[in-house]
Nanobody, 114 residues
Framework: VQLVESGGGLVQPGESLRLSCAASGIIFSIYTMGWYRQAPGKQRELVAAITSGGNTDYADSVKGRFTISRDNAKNTVYLQMNSLKPEDTAVYSC?????????WGQGTQVTVSS
């Protein structure tokens, strides 16, 4: 199983980024996919998740700014991040979860700084 994130980088406050996570080795469409982040000195937190049926959930801190989506034909989950803030700076990791099974990507760095 592989989850490969891409799209991270350095942006200024107010700008946007789109993260992608390409999955292989799993039946992607039946997994709940999530984006987590971990900032230095902080615990990892759930940013957004999308179920196999398309239901979504967001952390309060990103509601209205971030959008999670999935393309089952491409085995890929996306995180569109708008109006980025310095406090969004973290390593963002992709997670695939189904029942007791869980897989993680290696993470991608997002830095928001002027």
């Amino acid at each position: 199983v592989q989850l490969v994130e891409s799209g991270g980088g350095l942006v200024q406050p107010g700008e946007s980024l789109r993260l992608s996570c390409a999955a292989s080795g799993i039946i992607f469409s039946i997994y709940t996919m999530g984006w987590y982040r971990q900032a230095p000195g902080k615990q990892r937190e759930l940013v957004a998740a999308i179920t196999s049926g398309g239901n979504t959930d967001y952390a309060d801190s990103v509601k209205g700014r971030f959008t999670i989506s999935r393309d089952n034909a491409k085995n890929t989950v996306y995180l569109q991040m708008n109006s980025l803030k310095p406090e969004d700076t973290a390593v963002y990791s992709c997670n695939a979860r189904r029942n007791s099974l869980g897989y993680w990507g290696q993470g991608t760095q997002v830095t928001v700084s002027s």
